[in-house]
């Protein structure tokens, strides 16, 4: 599968952005999907996931209830709705598809997604 991350951009403290992961070349609900961020001189660290039909979530605590991660299968892409927006939200945003056969699973690490995205910007100024 090819991933293609959007809806980077530069906002103010307290804005919202709306990100976009387009999935093409392969069956999009046979994969968990994720997002990722990667600050300057930082690890990349996994920020939300969903499973392959889009019924379960997981967030990362600082997220929590200024994110929402969600998928449309039929549009075979997946979102990432940011609200809120602190600067240490900087970085840049990676989404992620790991093709797994349990419907259940949403994967946390870097090392069991085996897709990946180019990656799209998100500055936040104070």
């Known amino acids: 599968v090819q991933l293609q991350a959007s809806g980077g951009g530069l906002v103010q403290a307290g804005d919202s952005l709306r990100l976009s992961c387009a999935a093409s070349g392969s069956t999009f609900s046979l994969y968990a999907m994720g997002w990722f961020r990667q600050a300057p001189g930082e690890k990349r660290e996994f920020v939300a996931g969903?499973?392959?039909?889009?019924?379960?979530?997981y967030y990362i605590g600082s997220v929590k209830g200024r994110f929402t991660i969600s998928r449309d299968n039929a549009k075979n892409t997946m979102y990432l709705q940011m609200n809120a927006l602190e600067p240490e939200d900087t970085a840049v945003y990676y989404c992620?598809?790991?093709?797994?056969?349990?419907?259940?699973?949403?994967?946390?690490?870097?090392?069991?997604?085996?897709?990946w995205g180019q990656g799209t910007q998100v500055t936040v100024s104070s």
């Open positions: 969903i499973n392959r039909g889009g019924s379960s979530t």
């Open positions: 992620a598809g790991d093709r797994t056969y349990y419907e259940s699973l949403i994967p946390m690490s870097i090392y069991d997604y085996e897709y």
